[in-house]
């Protein structure tokens, strides 16, 4: 029974409050609460993202690793979409094979030069950081969210203290009763910024910790993906 008294309280403070607040504060709550959701709903995407990623290269790892020759999966025609770590194979393997072809679009050289493999190299290292480029997007919304929504709130609730001021000293009344209503309606527009900032920060903060972790994978991935093909096709000069 308290708890359902105490949670029809709060409820009632919330609406008065709401009542009570400038139209400018209102305006900053509903542009805070946009915030909100574009921040939660980048925050569920990139995670499922990089769920799913972190899956599809785990097993494209194992099979990686279990091929006889570099191109094994290259020649199956296998693909895997939106996986990271198999666009890095994909595009290191393409141009691999488009060096070993002769005129007539047959494999005929076993071998590859050192500057076909630079080639190879400069090829894999720029989709490695186009997978990282398209991990990490949408981010910036969070960044601004934790930067920008506790000024947001901010400026709200010094516009709400301000108007409150204003009308006391045009009533020429400073009672408890004229000042309370006005400066806990201005107070609610920051309580609403770090509402938006809090768990975006720590959204953004975990989002960048595994994109990091990601990057790393792909980078060693290419390192050891680059070692493969050089032991199997570079020719000793």
């Known amino acids: ?86 666009e890095v194979y994909q595009t290191g393997c393409v141009q691999l094979d488009a060096r070993l072809r002769g005129p007539g679009g047959e494999r005929r050289k076993q071998v590859a030069t050192i500057k076909n493999m630079e080639h190879v190299k400069r090829a894999i290292e720029n989709v490695v950081a186009q997978e990282s480029l398209q991990l990490e997007s949408g981010l910036i919304v969070l960044a601004i969210a934790v930067s920008g929504a506790p000024f947001i709130g901010l400026l709200g609730t010094v516009w709400g203290v301000m108007s409150t001021f204003a009308g006391i000293a045009q009533q020429g009344s400073a009672t408890m009763a004229a000042m309370a209503p006005g400066v806990s309606a201005a107070l609610i527009t920051t309580v609403a910024g770090l509402l938006v900032a809090i768990p975006s920060m720590f959204g953004y903060n975990w989002l960048v910790h595994n994109l990091r972790a990601f990057t790393v994978g792909l980078d060693n991935f290419a390192q050891d993906l680059v070692s493969k093909m050089e032991a199997e096709f570079l020719a000793d000069e």
Request: hydrophobic share 50%.
């Open 1 to 86: 029974m308290f708890a359902v008294v105490g949670a029809a309280s709060n409820q009632a403070e919330l609406l008065y409050v709401w009542d009570k607040a400038t139209p400018e504060a209102k305006a900053i709550i509903v542009c805070l609460v946009i915030f909100s959701i574009l921040a939660w709903s980048t925050m569920f995407y990139k995670a499922t993202q990089m769920r799913r990623a972190r899956k599809l290269n785990y097993y494209f790892y194992e099979e990686f690793r279990s091929q006889k020759s570099v191109l094994e999966i290259f020649d199956r025609k296998l693909k895997v979409e939106g996986c990271p770590l198999y």
